[in-house]
């Protein structure tokens, strides 16, 4: 093997990621199988069933044998429970985890704020979204001495407020504060926790927020003010997470980094006046 080779292989690696079916998890899954992991894809099966995000990604990186997918509600304690028994029937024991599961969801003033929208958001992007499948992972790890490794999904939102998405950005500030506190408390059983942190990039999630007609290309008011305020002045490419994915994946690579968070934002987070 080469030198590049010897620190970013991931052969060896079976990394769950949750949101399987999402935009940034499939980017994500594609990234670590061409570097020579095996991935299990967890989904909801609601709105994108999870089985052909397994096929898309079979079919992009050439390599049925890498992907297989199951699908869960990472919001629900007893089915994550399950889906770590499927997962290690499918792929074999995890000893990765992306914690992709999470998305926006709604505008308003603080004053109109929806409670329950609020509890929905908060729910999705905290319990299930990290909390939930890094209790029961962490707990496996811990239980079967695997040093496994987790990436967590934070935002610009856990840095600086994102106007009127309220439950998000609490939700994300907190996902930034736990990959901070899980990494100290897991680093004793050689448990290392990251997180990316995207500038903008099209979701599922975040289309309709920033695209206001899909045909022109045309942007909402919100979109053009995240232009606007992106340095590099465009939304990040997919691909662009590739790299920073599987560095903090690779032992060899990133074996002595925990408790960090890697901002993949073409400078949102350094913009002044
Ligand atoms: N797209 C961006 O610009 C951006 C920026 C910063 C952070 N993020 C974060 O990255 C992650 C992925 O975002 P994306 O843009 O790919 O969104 P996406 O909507 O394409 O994917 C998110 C996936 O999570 C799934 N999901 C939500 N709740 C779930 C649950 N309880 N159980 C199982 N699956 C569940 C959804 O069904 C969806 O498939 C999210 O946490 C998001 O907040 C995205």
């Not at 680093?187 to 990251?194: D, F, Q, W």
């Amino acid at each position: 093997m080469s030198y590049v080779e010897d620190l970013f292989s991931l052969s060896g690696k079976r990394v769950i990621i949750t949101g399987g079916a999402g935009v940034i998890a499939g980017t994500m899954a594609e990234a670590l199988i061409k570097a020579g992991a095996k991935v299990c894809l967890w989904g909801r099966g609601t709105h994108h069933p999870v089985e052909e995000a397994v096929k898309r990604v079979a079919e992009k990186t050439g390599k049925p044998n890498a992907v297989s997918g199951v699908t869960v509600d990472t919001g629900i304690e007893e089915d994550v429970q399950k889906a770590i028994e499927k997962t290690i029937q499918v792929m074999g024991e995890p000893n990765g985890l992306i914690n992709a599961a999470g998305g926006n969801k709604g505008k308003s003033s603080f004053v109109d704020v929806d409670i329950a929208l609020f509890n929905e958001v908060m729910h999705m992007n905290l319990l299930a979204g990290l909390v939930i499948p890094t209790k029961y992972v962490a707990a496996y790890w811990i239980k079967n001495n695997i040093k496994g490794t987790i990436i967590n999904l934070t935002s610009m939102g856990s840095y600086v407020p994102l106007s009127g998405v309220w439950a998000y950005d609490a939700a994300k500030s907190a996902t930034l504060n736990l990959t901070m506190a899980t990494a100290k408390e897991f680093a004793p059983y050689g448990i290392r926790v990251n997180a990316i942190a995207p500038g903008f990039f099209i979701g599922h999630q975040n289309k309709a927020l920033l695209i206001k007609d899909e045909t022109t290309g045309e942007l909402t008011d919100r979109g053009k003010a995240v232009i606007a305020h992106t340095p590099f002045a465009r939304f990040g490419k997919h691909e662009e997470l590739a790299g920073a994915t599987i560095f903090l994946m690779s032992d060899a690579a990133s074996g002595f980094v925990t408790g960090v968070s890697l901002p993949v934002d073409g400078g949102y987070l350094v913009q002044n006046i």
